[in-house]
T-cell receptor, first 113, second 114 residues
Framework: GESVGLHLPTLSVQEGDNSIINCAYS??????FIWYKQESGKGPQFIID?????DKRQGQRVTVLLNKTVKHLSLQIAATQPGDSAVYFC????????????FGKGTMLLVSP | DSGVTQTPKHLITATGQRVTLRCSPR?????VYWYQQSLDQGLQFLIQ???????AKGNILERFSAQQFPDLHSELNLSSLELGDSALYFC?????????????FGDGTRLSIL
């Protein structure tokens, strides 16, 4: 698939703030999107996913928004905590043929107490 | 804990050598995926197996090969190692055959080529 990119390589916030991590994708055929969190020394951890028939999906303290018109995806983290500090990846794929998950480069989120 | 187990956690070897990385998927998952993560390339998909059969191939070098065994564990074999092969290698698993579902990752094997 085509590459998925991130606008901000590093995001610094204060504890308690809301964080927004953005992701642009270029493959208009993509219909499944997923966010992962990767802490130092660990593998990517699934956070939340969304399919293209939805605009918004909420989890515990996280919300993913999908704007198919401008091919944009965002992850909102409410009341950010120091434990949220990590690298966040968006990834996309389509439900066609042998499509595989394509990851963006990642955004580092730094949360200060 | 994702339920995906990778061994070994660290591997140090020399150029020209061959290594085998092992992955045990989550219970019930039939798909296994291998990824390479390096500083300059991010997470790159290498190969997927589903229920013992190769399903999809990404940017996997000819020096690399993989297989999935009847008990569903998988091995990634890297041969004629080069300095540029130093990276983190992740295994992920999912229940179904298609990529449009969450993949659950192990904590990786860090490969260092000296």
């Amino acid at each position: 698939g085509e590459s998925v990119g991130l606008h901000l390589p590093t995001l610094s916030v204060q504890e308690g703030d809301n964080s927004i991590i953005n992701c642009a994708y270029s493959n208009s055929a993509s219909d499944y999107f997923i966010w992962y969190k990767q802490e130092s020394g660990k593998g990517p951890q699934f956070i939340i996913d969304i399919r293209s028939n939805m605009d918004k999906r909420q989890g515990q303290r996280v919300t993913v928004l999908l704007n198919k018109t401008v091919k944009h995806l965002s992850l909102q983290i409410a009341a950010t905590q120091p434990g949220d500090s990590a690298v966040y990846f968006c990834a996309e794929t389509s439900n066609s043929g042998y499509s595989t998950l394509t990851f963006g480069k990642g955004t580092m989120l730094l949360v200060s107490p | 804990d994702s339920g995906v187990t990778q061994t070994p956690k660290h591997l140090i070897t020399a150029t020209g050598q061959r290594v085998t990385l092992r992955c045990s998927p989550r219970s019930g998952d039939l798909s296994v995926y291998w990824y390479q993560q390096s500083l300059d390339q991010g997470l790159q998909f290498l190969i997927q197996y589903y229920n013992g059969e190769e399903r999809a191939k990404g940017n996997i070098l000819e020096r690399f090969s993989a297989q999935q065994f009847p008990d569903l564990h998988s091995e990634l074999n890297l041969s004629s190692l080069e300095l540029g092969d130093s990276a983190l290698y992740f295994c992920a698993s999912s229940m179904g055959i298609n990529s449009n579902q969450p993949q659950h990752f192990g904590d990786g094997t860090r490969l260092s080529i000296l």
